[in-house]
């Protein structure tokens, strides 16, 4: 079973910035799409940045474009998102997402994901 593993929430006030990772235990996300979602007290889950680990093809949510930035490390096997210009919306539960399949264009629905991180809190104070 594959195990996503998040790192790097916490708390930081606004216009200030932020760098979650995710990593992966089965050690390679090569054939991956992975994604971030997240999630806002009484809120649903909403998508917020995927990446083609393969194509490094990215996309973002329209709240998020311009502000945050999904990336790979390849030498650590990771995927970054980079959250800049933070607000108190962007206040949430993140969580890393990932399924192992090609593919052309990056999905935003959660049940297309397959695996999933335990989240990370991101608090963003006024």
């Known amino acids: 079973q594959e195990q996503l593993v998040e790192s790097g929430g916490g708390l930081v006030q606004a216009g200030g910035s932020l760098r979650l990772s995710c990593a992966s235990s089965g050690g390679t996300f090569s054939t991956y799409t992975v994604a971030w979602f997240r999630q806002a007290p009484g809120k649903d889950r909403e998508f917020v940045a995927g990446i083609i680990w393969a194509y490094i093809t990215t996309y973002y949510s329209d709240s998020v474009k311009g502000r945050f930035t999904i990336s790979r490390d390849t030498a650590q096997n990771t995927v970054h998102l980079q959250m800049n210009s933070l607000t108190p919306d962007d206040t949430a539960v993140y969580y890393c997402?990932?399924?192992?399949?090609?593919?052309?264009?990056?999905?935003?629905?959660?049940?297309?994901?397959?695996?999933w991180g335990q989240g990370t809190q991101v608090t963003v104070s006024s």
């Open positions: 997402a990932a399924r192992p399949v090609f593919t052309e264009s990056i999905s935003t629905a959660e049940y297309w994901y397959a695996f």
